[in-house]
């Protein structure tokens, strides 16, 4: 495999002023913001900062939307022109002066900026050390005009925050040549302190030649001028000042001069120490030695890269999978979300990413989780790492589901090794002497789920299952999880086909029997004639159904009823076109819908959260996968790969204010309640989604999937390619993959020029390379779908129209004014008239969503009101190619009568007052740009004249 470096950057700090880069080795992780902001934490055995808040705040990473402010945790470095005064900062805040060109450019090992302002061209690099909780910095500045002054000071200012309310102090050791900020961490109970008194306490910052000046403390450094003109960086040099129990701060100055072409260069460290003479050994270590090598870069590319590399028509497609999935992947299998208890479900699914790149890491986690089982079968909620971990926050809270995620991890682990050796290994429990085989922890495990249920069959909830903030459906014992049961049959029935396919040993146990019990209950009593309820409470109400106002209905049970195969044919048409009618957006589908709006005692603080945020109906991915891996397990392979290209595209939208480095958490959802900030990007990139979307590309895309000696080769190509070439590395051998559809309807594979009599890569040896090519046939050409689009004023009866054409043709309905803003519903309210700066993006989020519907194949009759002929000739334009035919209605009315019925209408946002200026906005259109009809008819009467039109519209034609 041919192994490359890859970057993505943006050339804005204030076009998307979230955008960050993260790097991380295995003993920290740091979030770095294109301003300059900064996420940081390190382990010491427990996750610990060492640049903090300027308050007291909770020991968490980084929140799911992280806020920025003046006096966040950064890495900033003030210029200033020595002979003006003139200063900006680096990368941009805290000064935050628009420079004359800019780049954030973030690649696997170094995210940099470039910087032109005033004449000069700096650049600014961030690295981390290999093997221990340290960055590298460094500043490179030359002219970029040969006018430009010559005589600069740099200040690299490091913001260490409020460090402790017990003990807080920062000096400049001269000795060292650096300024260290001590504390003491904060404890009450008296025996924290043997574990905290071996805890680095100190944060130091040194360069690599000596500074003119320094200031530790922050006050003297900011003085009256604040961040963006520091008193301390105005004056002719720092202050020479200490912080005694006061915040401190981090700075140096150093005067350069800068002569014709010349470059000058400052490289700093910064991080957390045990003592002060550790930094003599840090500075030795990384300033006198290149550390940057070509053998050291290799590694550290190869560390984030994959086990496959694709070529495909989509370049955007192939980066992401090339470059950035694989390093999130590995992210997480490597140091566990950086912490010593990581939840059980998230540990083993993070390491399935593991079974493709570092098998043996999977095979680690397996191991040590199984050794923490109760003799029960029962899994604990979280997994330690450590001698001296303890199970902490959302880990002390009873959680239904880590059972499940065992034969999950097993079976794929299997197919990428065929070690079936592991099923014997033998294993301890964390409550028992006793130790048993993995065959018969897994077994424990599933019995476990199936006694864990109630008199109907379904499996209890407690305090949440995947769903973790769904905290109050089963409080009281009795609750149950419609989800969970279904898991719970799937994880059965993956354990059955490990059972066939690697197993020596056979089962005592009638899991079919089991299979089928849990199937039966699930649709006894949780089928909602169109859709499977997310389970019942402890008062035994069903939720997640059609008669709710709010969480009507949720995405994981329709996911895992595919897979579990719960759901039969009928079911499976009408519960997709649910997911697609109520949960679709341009950037995935919504975990729930519609957001909670106020808190739900009966389903807990999940209902809480911000509508559209989280797990109260956002697109979270970890949720969004599952429905991809299930629409790819159930044959709907091009319906699956849609999803795949939503969920990356969506990484890559504008909407999402990040770079396409990552699949965050969750984008912003509540699609059709607050539009405007729908597809906005979560900071956080712990996310199980990663090692369930590394899968699904590698065994259902490619369709490369192990099995015992072999490798099964079954692509999923979807029909906008034509062909996919790629290297995959599988057991230490190498496969080279060229695949094209060609005009021959049979399919046929060779290896190393040897036609094949299946599509088995057999008998797989260690070290050897295999060439493989596979002819598939063309796709058959597509039906194209059916855009009807209703139009007219407010009031004239283009929604009840739509809806009642949608019910006769089964067609998808979509409301075109659902999907205006927040701010423009509420200018309608109060008698304020839209203008086009209002209806632009309103419009272009119509096209976004029946766009979507049209790809996946459903009819749509839409409801717009197209009162401009601009507007109306925009979104056929836009929608044209992805439908056979567009057949737009408009419904004609006099000012009267539409006055009229306003008036009688109630619970719509629209207020009568601006009828005038509708009628006033209206640009009539004429019979050749849509059928025209009289809107004075009854609704009836209406939908059968739409419908006699629209049966003369010719047969659809084909893609």
Known sequence: MNIMKHQVSANSPITKPNACGFLWNEKMMISMNCQGYANAQFMQPEPSKYAFSPSLEAKTFMQPEHPYFAHHPGRFFYIKNEKTNALFSLPFAPCKILPESFSFIVESDLITWKVKNAGIEIELCLSLADDRALEKWSVKIKKSQASADDNWSIYAYFPLGYMSWMNQSADFDLKQQAVVGTYVTPYQKLDEYPSLKNTAQKTFLCADRSCTSWCASQNAFEGLGGLRQPDAVLSEQLPFASAIYETPCASLQHRICLRHDAQEQIQYLFGPIYQNQDIALIKQQYFTTENNDAAKQTLAIEKGFGSIRLTSPDQAFDDFVNHWLPRQVQYHYEVNRLTTDPQTRNYIQDNIGACFIQPSMAKKCL???????????????????????????????????????????????????????????????????????????????????????????????????????????????????????????????????????????????????????????????????????????????????????????????????????????????????????????????????????????????????????????????????????????????????????????????????????????????????????????????????????????????????????????????????????????????????????????????????????????????????????????????????????????????????????????????????????????QKMANGIPLDDTDREPWIERIVLCVKQKLLHGYDVVLS????????????????????????????????????????????????????????????????????????????????????????????????
Not at 753 to 761: A, H
Not at 873 to 886: F, Q
Not at 894 to 916: V, W, Y
């Open 367 to 825: 191991l040590t989780s199984l050794s923490q089982q109760h003799f029960s079968g029962e899994m604990p909620d979280g997994i330690l790492l450590h001698p001296d971990a303890e199970l902490k926050y959302i880990n002390q809270i009873p959680h239904s589901d880590h059972c499940v995620w065992l034969p999950l991890l097993l079976q794929v682990y299997l197919n990428q090794t065929n070690d079936t050796d592991l099923l014997s290994e033998m294993v301890g429990f964390q409550d028992s002497d006793e130790q048993a085989s993995v065959f018969e922890h897994i077994e424990k495990a599933l019995l476990y789920l199936l006694k864990r249920r109630d008199y109907r069959g379904l499996c209890f909830i407690d305090q949440g299952d995947w769903c973790d903030p769904m905290n109050m459906v089963g409080a009281k014992g009795k609750g149950v999880s419609a989800w969970l049961t279904m898991a719970s049959s799937y994880a059965i029935q993956v354990w059955q086909t490990i059972l066939v396919e690697y197993s020596s040993v056979s089962s005592d146990i009638s899991w079919s029997t089991h299979i089928t019990d849990l199937n039966k209950a699930i649709n006894e009593h949780c089928w909602d004639k169109e859709w499977f309820a997310r389970g019942i409470t402890d008062d035994g109400a069903l939720f997640g159904v059609s008669t709710e106002e709010e969480g009507r209905i949720y995405l994981n049970p329709q996911s895992w009823s595919l897979l579990c195969k719960a759901a039969g044919t009928e079911q499976q048409q009408l519960l997709k076109k649910s997911v697609t009618k109520h949960l679709q957006t341009p950037y995935g589908n919504m975990m729930l819908a519609p957001s909670y709006t106020h808190m739900h005692e009966h389903i807990g603080r999940l209902t809480q959260k911000h509508i559209g945020c989280a797990e109260n109906g956002s697109v979270y991915n970890h949720a969004f996968v599952f429905w991809i891996f299930s629409l790819f397990e159930s044959g709907n392979a091009e319906q699956g790969f849609l999803c795949v290209d939503e969920m990356i595209k969506a990484c890559q939208s504008d909407a999402s204010g990040q770079l396409p480095v990552y699949v965050p958490n969750y984008f912003r959802g509540a699609f059709f309640q607050a539009p405007e900030v729908a597809g906005k990007s979560s900071h956080l990139f712990n996310t199980g989604t990663a090692a369930w979307l590394y899968r699904i590309v590698i065994e259902k895309i490619c369709g490369l999937q192990g099995k015992q000696n072999n490798l099964i080769i079954n692509p999923n190509l979807p029909s906008a390619w034509g062909s996919l070439y790629l290297d995959y590395k599988f057991r230490d051998a190498t496969i080279s993959l060229s695949i094209e559809k060609t005009a021959n309807n049979e399919s046929e594979m060779r290896v190393n020029g040897v036609l094949q009599n299946d599509f088995v890569l057999q008998d797989i040896e260690m070290g050897k390379h295999y060439e493989v090519s596979l002819s598939l046939p063309v796709d058959k050409p597509k039906v194209l779908p059916v855009l009807t689009i209703i139009m007219g004023v407010s009031g004239s009866g283009k929604t009840s129209l739509a809806e009642s054409i949608s019910q006769c043709n089964d067609a998808m309905f979509i409301e075109g004014d659902d999907l205006h803003s927040a701010k423009s519903k």
């Open 864 to 959: 717009f009101s197209g009162l401009k002929q601009v507007h109306r000739h925009y979104l056929i334009s836009a929608l044209s190619k992805h439908t056979s035919v567009i057949h737009p209605l408009f419904l004609d009315t006099d000012f009267n009568t539409i006055e009229k019925r306003i008036a009688q209408r109630s619970g719509h946002f629209f207020d009568p007052s601006l009828l005038k200026s509708q009628f006033e906005a209206l640009e009539m259109p004429n019979d050749d740009e849509a059928t025209i009809l009289s809107a004075s008819r009854s609704i009836d009467e209406l939908t059968n004249e739409a419908l006699k039109c629209l049966n003369f519209i010719a047969e659809p034609t084909s893609e």
